[in-house]
């Protein structure tokens, strides 16, 4: 068992990394799905520059696994003048991995609209923005919020990768703390709920979304 | 019959003993001989010492890229060993005993020594003896060449109170800075090139670890960082890993290497690898310390 002592000695530097986490969740949600609904719809869109660029983008992020992105972003680029923070590096690199997975998920979602509104839409007149801005998106959105719930549990998790460019988030903090007090169960066992602090709320705000979506 | 293996094993190590104090007064150049039982009679018949070393350790025991040749303090150390047995160059073949295999190495006679950065630990004087020390080794940092803060050594790991340090997540020396300089801000990377590559870019200020793996780092860009010793570090004794069948031939590499010491061969060893990276200078051996040929 582990005294009372031990949680005064853990928890400050817990909740510390807990909010770093939340941090770079933020950040990297900020970057990832405007950046992914823009690259999900240049993918469709009648430009062929801009579809190949976009398709360009998402095979070539989406099959660099994350630590490649996170060292290339904090190693490589300070060779070339280019140096930013672990923290910069970390959200920087999370938010445009994640955007190529939001990109794919607005480009299904997108090809589950029925073809059907788009040429009422047109017959009725309606210009290609208010197309794609009233017709199109809403109803991709709509039908793709579950896939998009899961990418943003998948983005809280993917954090914890973060500590490897020595980013103090929930998992660099554990580890530090194991290293330290050499009690690996409790220790770990508190960022598990961490964890769980982050992604059961962001789970059930996007399940509340879905269920809005659908009363309308 | 244990018994009488025994007193075989003692009378024929008495022997030994006797003729490697003969073979010291003498010229290197004359070939020793040694009880007809011994295990150093047999690998003068057999033709060759075979040693296990590193290939991949910098200034120990590394390959050299370049001319494919074994080089270090390490490799020196077993060459002047069959020198002293053989009486001539040559008569060492080495083969590479990377750090997880080192046990099998000793303990299924693949070789008769393994000098391979090879830390004597308790558990493992359980399978291995081990002669020598033939190296302290220590925690230490690396810092950038041009740091104006550390010289050339430190007391200890509370000098890095209120410095960037990088050390591995988890590793000896991450554990040591939390306890000696809380102060210090850690970035806590997961491999050692990783900080060095953080200290070569500015990042951090010291990249603190092992110190045989710092002057691997120093020997790759000894214009971009220099090592910085720790005068307060705790010692971890390498040696010569040796089957505990064989205690006749551990017991005689620690009286050539008692010799070595003696002489100063030992320090020029030392001097002309590790010691032109790290400035130190080698502790005379003495015999008491060389207690691990059990």
């Given at each position: 068992?582990?005294?009372?002592?031990?949680?005064?000695?853990?928890?400050?530097?817990?909740?510390?990394?807990?909010?770093?986490?939340?941090?770079?969740?933020?950040?990297?949600?900020?970057?990832?799905?405007?950046?992914?609904?823009?690259?999900?719809?240049?993918?469709?869109?009648?430009?062929?520059?801009?579809?190949?660029?976009?398709?360009?983008?998402?095979?070539?992020?989406?099959?660099?696994?994350?630590?490649?992105?996170?060292?290339?972003?904090?190693?490589?680029?300070?060779?070339?003048?280019?140096?930013?923070?672990?923290?910069?590096?970390?959200?920087?690199?999370?938010?445009?991995?994640?955007?190529?997975?939001?990109?794919?998920?607005?480009?299904?979602?997108?090809?589950?609209?029925?073809?059907?509104?788009?040429?009422?839409?047109?017959?009725?007149?309606?210009?290609?923005?208010?197309?794609?801005?009233?017709?199109?998106?809403?109803?991709?959105?709509?039908?793709?919020?579950?896939?998009?719930?899961?990418?943003?549990?998948?983005?809280?998790?993917?954090?914890?990768?973060?500590?490897?460019?020595?980013?103090?988030?929930?998992?660099?903090?554990?580890?530090?703390?194991?290293?330290?007090?050499?009690?690996?169960?409790?220790?770990?066992?508190?960022?598990?709920?961490?964890?769980?602090?982050?992604?059961?709320?962001?789970?059930?705000?996007?399940?509340?979304?879905?269920?809005?979506?659908?009363?309308? | 019959?244990?018994?009488?293996?025994?007193?075989?094993?003692?009378?024929?190590?008495?022997?030994?003993?006797?003729?490697?104090?003969?073979?010291?007064?003498?010229?290197?150049?004359?070939?020793?001989?040694?009880?007809?039982?011994?295990?150093?009679?047999?690998?003068?018949?057999?033709?060759?010492?075979?040693?296990?070393?590193?290939?991949?350790?910098p200034m120990f025991g590394q390959?050299n890229?370049?001319?494919?040749q074994l080089q270090g303090y390490e490799i020196e150390i077993a060459n002047q060993?069959?020198?002293?047995?053989?009486?001539?160059?040559?008569?060492?073949?080495?083969?590479?005993?990377?750090?997880?295999?080192?046990?099998?190495?000793?303990?299924?006679?693949?070789?008769?020594?393994?000098?391979?950065?090879?830390?004597?630990?308790?558990?493992?004087?359980?399978?291995?003896?081990?002669?020598?020390?033939t190296y302290?080794?220590?925690?230490?940092?690396?810092?950038?060449?041009?740091?104006?803060?550390?010289?050339?050594?430190?007391?200890?790991?509370?000098?890095?109170?209120?410095?960037?340090?990088?050390?591995?997540?988890?590793?000896?020396?991450?554990?040591?800075?939390?306890?000696?300089?809380?102060?210090?801000?850690?970035?806590?990377?997961?491999?050692?090139?990783?900080?060095?590559?953080?200290?070569?870019?500015?990042?951090?200020?010291?990249?603190?670890?092992?110190?045989?793996?710092?002057i691997?780092?120093?020997n790759?860009?000894p214009?971009?960082?220099?090592?910085?010793?720790?005068?307060?570090?705790?010692?971890?004794?390498?040696?010569?890993?040796?089957?505990?069948?064989?205690?006749?031939?551990?017991?005689?590499?620690?009286?050539?290497?008692?010799?070595m010491?003696?002489s100063g061969t030992l320090e020029k060893m030392f001097a002309s690898t590790i010691g032109s990276v790290t400035k130190r200078k080698p502790?005379?051996?003495?015999?008491?310390?060389?207690?691990?040929?059990?």
């Amino acid at each position: 068992m582990v005294s009372m002592e031990f949680w005064r000695l853990v928890m400050p530097a817990f909740l510390a990394g807990l909010q770093e986490s939340l941090h770079l969740a933020l950040v990297a949600t900020a970057v990832a799905f405007p950046l992914g609904c823009f690259v999900g719809v240049g993918r469709i869109m009648p430009i062929a520059v801009v579809r190949k660029l976009c398709d360009l983008y998402i095979n070539l992020v989406r099959s660099t696994p994350i630590p490649v992105i996170f060292i290339f972003l904090f190693f490589a680029l300070p060779d070339v003048g280019l140096r930013f923070s672990a923290f910069v590096c970390a959200s920087a690199g999370l938010g445009l991995y994640m955007a190529s997975y939001v990109a794919e998920a607005v480009r299904s979602g997108i090809n589950a609209v029925p073809s059907g509104y788009i040429e009422a839409a047109r017959a009725l007149g309606l210009d290609e923005r208010t197309v794609v801005g009233r017709i199109l998106l809403p109803q991709a959105i709509k039908a793709v919020i579950p896939t998009l719930g899961n990418l943003s549990v998948d983005l809280i998790k993917n954090t914890s990768i973060a500590y490897t460019i020595s980013v103090v988030e929930l998992t660099g903090t554990a580890v530090q703390q194991v290293t330290m007090l050499a009690k690996p169960i409790p220790i770990f066992i508190l960022a598990v709920l961490g964890y769980a602090v982050l992604t059961f709320p962001t789970g059930a705000a996007f399940r509340a979304l879905e269920r809005n979506f659908q009363y309308r | 019959m244990n018994h009488q293996m025994h007193r075989l094993a003692r009378v024929a190590a008495g022997a030994a003993l006797a003729a490697a104090a003969a073979a010291t007064s003498l010229a290197t150049a004359a070939t020793p001989t040694f009880a007809p039982d011994s295990t150093m009679a047999n690998i003068q018949k057999r033709g060759e010492l075979v040693v296990g070393v590193k290939f991949d350790v910098p200034m120990f025991g590394q390959k050299n890229p370049l001319t494919g040749q074994l080089q270090g303090y390490e490799i020196e150390i077993a060459n002047q060993l069959g020198r002293d047995l053989f009486g001539s160059d040559g008569h060492v073949k080495f083969v590479e005993a990377p750090g997880p295999v080192r046990e099998q190495f000793v303990t299924q006679h693949k070789a008769d020594l393994v000098i391979s950065t090879y830390t004597i630990t308790e558990p493992r004087l359980k399978t291995v003896a081990f002669a020598g020390p033939t190296y302290e080794s220590k925690q230490a940092i690396v810092v950038k060449s041009d740091n104006k803060t550390f010289g050339s050594s430190i007391p200890g790991f509370a000098a890095l109170n209120d410095h960037t340090v990088c050390v591995v997540s988890g590793s000896v020396s991450n554990t040591l800075l939390l306890k000696d300089a809380p102060q210090a801000k850690i970035m806590a990377l997961s491999a050692n090139p990783d900080c060095a590559k953080a200290v070569r870019q500015g990042r951090v200020e010291a990249f603190a670890t092992d110190d045989a793996l710092l002057i691997g780092f120093v020997n790759e860009t000894p214009k971009e960082i220099r090592f910085v010793d720790n005068a307060g570090g705790r010692e971890e004794p390498y040696g010569i890993g040796v089957n505990k069948d064989s205690l006749d031939l551990c017991r005689w590499v620690n009286e050539r290497l008692l010799d070595m010491s003696k002489s100063g061969t030992l320090e020029k060893m030392f001097a002309s690898t590790i010691g032109s990276v790290t400035k130190r200078k080698p502790a005379p051996l003495n015999a008491a310390d060389m207690t691990y040929c059990k």
